[in-house]
């Protein structure tokens, strides 16, 4: 059973059995089987299913349906109990231990939500969308139902429905950009995104205010951003193949190493490195968990590692034999020893970057894998 509240701006469909446990988060029973909460890969694209696998085999665990549009993102909570994901207009949110129903699908957006995540703490997610709106969606409220909406300044959009708080900030008026990626700082009050115009924004939650810093906006759409796990540098990739790294000191301040002011009003930007690392777009960059490697992939059917140190190209591999498939997604094991990718062949892959081998494959979608979410947790 579902119930379905509606707002000023779209509607939330509620799982009803599943309300109070999602609202408080609650840890679930182990389930039965081979899924471990530690060590989980998720995978998901144009054939509207998403695939769990064992990571270690490539054994196929269980399925959602998403039938109602392509899959353009994923994400664990951090006790890996909850997947989110972002298609057209709506995000959903599996319970990775109980039914494949969605326990909740939010429809705050009116196309392609392409970026979300959660919070440290597994209370809030946030989300953007091509519609130029990025969202923090909030189950710490009381359990009132009932439905509020603040507006402010066309700046500011704020929901309250059946205790689910959604914070909205809305892009220029005169922009036509989408958001693509969104990374939550490790602070836990600044959200840093990119859009397709070339810009990245620094939003601020506990003021709701956005500071936009736009490194080349000859340079075309940013679709990926990482911050290394140490927080001392930002990582982007764009639509024209390049890595641009930026030095963050203390709390995302920017270092003034090489100020360069633009046409346009933005702020002053910082600089560390740009290089060319893909012949066309590059479509994801990660950090390794030690900091030490840089993950590029891309539209020309390779994955990239480069050296932080100098950013030196250690591997260029091509993923298939034709080299024909664009690489959507890549993300590091723990230990920063295997890298697993996606990829419009429809098959995910697990590498040994020691050796280059690969010695699991992930297959069974019927199309293209355009995201995927992997959570490994194996060191505790």
């Not at 994400?75 to 890996?80: I, N, V």
């Amino acid at each position: 059973m579902c119930i379905v509240f509606h707002s000023p701006s779209g509607k939330f469909i509620w799982n009803a059995h599943c309300f109070n446990s999602f609202l408080k988060f609650r840890s679930c029973p182990t389930m039965k089987g081979d899924y471990d909460t530690n060590l989980s890969l998720a995978t998901g694209g144009f054939d509207h299913v998403i695939r769990m696998w064992q990571p270690s085999t490539g054994k196929y665990l269980t399925g959602f349906q998403h039938n109602e549009s392509q899959v353009n993102t994923l994400a664990f909570s951090r006790d890996g109990h909850y997947l989110a994901a972002g298609g057209y207009g709506r995000v959903r949110v599996y319970d990775t231990l109980g039914s494949a129903i969605p326990a909740v699908v939010v429809s705050e957006f009116s196309k392609n939500v392409n970026t979300l995540g959660f919070n440290d703490e597994g209370n809030w997610m946030f989300a953007g969308s091509e519609d130029r709106v990025a969202k923090i969606i909030d189950w710490r409220a009381g359990g009132n139902l009932w439905i509020t909406r603040v507006y402010q300044a066309s700046k500011i959009d704020v929901v309250l429905i059946f205790a689910l708080v959604v914070s909205s900030l809305l892009m220029d008026n005169n922009t036509t950009s989408s958001i693509n990626s969104m990374l939550l700082h490790r602070n836990q009050h600044e959200i840093v995104m990119s859009t397709s115009k070339g810009e990245i924004i620094i939003w601020d939650l506990r003021n709701n205010a956005g500071n936009t810093i736009c490194p080349d906006p000859d340079s075309g759409s940013i679709h990926s951003l990482s911050i290394n796990p140490d927080v001392t540098s930002l990582a982007a990739v764009n639509s024209g193949g390049q890595l641009l790294v930026w030095s963050l000191t203390g709390d995302s301040i920017w270092r003034p190493v090489e100020k360069v002011r633009l046409r346009k009003p933005y702020h002053m930007f910082t600089i560390q490195h740009r290089c060319k690392v893909h012949p066309t777009y590059a479509l994801k960059v990660q950090y390794s968990p030690d900091s030490t490697l840089l993950a590029t992939c891309g539209a020309d059917g390779k994955y990239n590692l480069l050296k932080t140190a100098d950013f030196s190209v250690v591997t260029s591999q091509k993923v298939t034999a034709s080299g024909l498939y664009w690489v959507w997604d890549c993300a590091f094991s723990a230990d920063s020893r295997f890298l697993v990718t996606a990829t419009s062949d429809g098959v995910a892959r697990l590498w040994n970057l020691e050796t280059g081998e690969m010695p699991v494959e992930y297959k069974g979608h019927q199309r293209a894998i355009t995201c995927m979410a992997f959570r490994d947790r194996s060191l505790g």
